[in-house]
Structure formats: structure tokens, C-alpha cells
């Protein structure tokens, strides 16, 4: 039974931080393409980061702030998150893509607000 279990969303302020981590299981993890999709509230869900090997995309407008990171020993991809806007505001999902295979986690609430 494949599981990707997200952690470590909630609130924050304004130009504070946040690190939320994914932890798979079922998988042979290092083999896919792991990334974070955000969905806001009455919006669809865009990707954040993604992390395939030593390479990684951003959206351009999350780049320069957040950084995605993976550790295959632990299954576990990494979205580390610094200077939060409002507008990051959303439910953060956690990804694992091979070939025609895609999973998804349950979804972290990521809250940025003063």
C-alpha cells in the first residue's frame, strides 16, 4: 500500500518560515519525481517545487525563496519555505510521479497571516 504522508504545515507570519516534509512508504523512492502542489481556496492546483535526482524546478513564483530537497534514504522529500506571503496561503500536496503512476498525499494547510 503505497502512503505519502505530509507534515509540518500551519501558520506563520508574513516574511517568517516554514518546512514541511513528505514521508513515503510502498514505493521504490528514489525510482520517481517528487514534488509539492499548492491549491488555494476556488484556484486549481498548481505545482510548487519538484526534485528528480539533483534536479529541480521551481515556479517562478515561489523561486528564490523556497527549496526542495528529498533524502532517498528516508523516503522523504522536503519543502523548506522562507520570506512567506499571504498568497502562499493554500493546502500543500505532496507528489510521487513515475511513467503513467502518480500519487498523491492528503494535503498539509499552510496559513501565512499576521
Known amino acids: 500500500q503505497v502512503q505519502l504522508v505530509e507534515s509540518g504545515g500551519g501558520l506563520a507570519q508574513p516574511g517568517g518560515s516554514l518546512r514541511l516534509s513528505c514521508a513515503a512508504s510502498?514505493?521504490?523512492?528514489?525510482?520517481?519525481?517528487v514534488g509539492w502542489y499548492r491549491q488555494a481556496p476556488g484556484k486549481q492546483r498548481d505545482l510548487v517545487a519538484r526534485?528528480?535526482?539533483?534536479?529541480?524546478n521551481y515556479a517562478g513564483s515561489v523561486k528564490g525563496r523556497f527549496t526542495i530537497s528529498r533524502d532517498n534514504a528516508k523516503s522523504t522529500v522536503y519543502l523548506q519555505m522562507n520570506s512567506l506571503k499571504p498568497e502562499d496561503t493554500a493546502v500543500y500536496y505532496c507528489?510521487?510521479?513515475?511513467?503513467?503512476?502518480?500519487?498523491w498525499g492528503q494535503g498539509t494547510q499552510v496559513t501565512v497571516s499576521s
Open positions: 507528489n510521487a510521479a513515475l511513467r503513467q503512476t502518480d500519487y
Open positions: 526534485i528528480f535526482g539533483g534536479s529541480t
Open positions: 510502498g514505493i521504490a523512492f528514489s525510482l520517481y519525481t
